[in-house]
């Protein structure tokens, strides 16, 4: 098969073509040893680390999609509306919460995440308001959307969970040839 190897494509739970516009009927992954921590563990930097490498490689689908399917890109990707507003009330809400972060972490990080936030907001609201470029974003990315499957101790895989992309995914996407490469 060609396209990108098996280790650097996206993994999803795979869904099965009997899925329809009213159910996906998705894999039971817990049978091959995935299961979700709960909401509000602490995860680990080794879960981190790789939580955002797959998050990275979900991004990417959006520039691959570009490049090979630009009709679809076009339609379905760029198409979309952000579901959030920049403003004052915005730039408050970030504010009180670098606030809040810089009174609750370590000194010795302090500077550099002071600096890091340095007119977050302006450069967020730059982000949204460059209509040049269009990427996936999962809705709802956090340790308890993630399936891990932990061998001998160590994460060996994670599977990031989205339902409602699942269902974008499904509806849109599921007979384009692109999927079955970039896809796990």
Request: glycine residues 4%; contains cysteine.
């Amino acid at each position: 098969m060609d396209g990108l190897p098996i280790k650097e494509r996206y993994k999803t739970v795979k869904s099965y073509e009997e899925s329809d516009a009213e159910i996906i009927i998705m894999e039971n992954v817990a049978k091959k040893g995935f299961k979700t921590g709960h909401r509000m563990d602490v995860v680990s930097l080794e879960f981190a680390k790789m939580a955002i490498e797959e998050l990275a490689k979900f991004h990417a689908l959006s520039f691959v999609l570009k490049a090979k399917r630009p009709d679809f890109f076009e339609d379905q990707v760029k198409i979309r509306k952000i579901p959030y507003k920049t403003g004052e009330k915005w730039h408050k809400l970030a504010q009180n919460i670098i606030n809040i972060t810089l009174d609750n972490i370590d000194e010795g990080i302090k500077k550099r995440v002071e600096k890091f936030c340095d007119n977050i907001g302006e450069r967020f609201t730059v982000c949204f308001e460059n209509e040049s470029v269009r990427n996936l974003c999962h809705g709802d990315y956090r340790a308890n959307n993630i399936l891990v499957k932990i061998v001998d101790g160590k994460i060996s895989e994670l599977i990031p969970v989205d339902y409602q992309m699942m269902y974008l995914l499904w509806m849109s996407c599921s007979g384009l040839p692109i999927f079955h490469h970039v896809l796990y």
